[in-house]
């Protein structure tokens, strides 16, 4: 009867994993995945357009031609709202 438990326990010690091993494989994933995810993040901060794009004429001269763009309130120059409010020089002659 002893040599039967000897076996199953045997068996048994052998099927488990070793917690040792086990720790390993599961920082080694959880290193590649934060490895992965800082080379994602590196990508991901890239700006979509570089900044020359954003910065040349046609872009800007594009704000002034386009009167949906130009109108926009934060686009707008603020002292042609005033210049609204008061009646010109030309229209009271």
Do not use: C
Request: charged residues 30%; without cysteine.
């Amino acid at each position: 009867m002893g040599f039967i438990m000897e076996f199953a326990e045997n068996l048994i010690l052998r099927l488990m994993e070793d917690p040792n091993e086990r720790d390993k494989k599961s920082r080694e994933r959880i290193y590649d995945k934060y490895d992965k995810g800082k080379k994602f993040l590196a990508l991901y901060n890239l700006p979509l357009r570089p900044y020359g794009f954003w910065t040349f004429e046609r872009h800007n001269a594009q704000i002034f031609w386009d009167a949906q763009i130009s109108q926009v309130a934060g686009r707008r120059d603020p002292y042609d709202d005033l210049l609204q409010d008061y009646p010109s020089a030309s229209s009271s002659k």
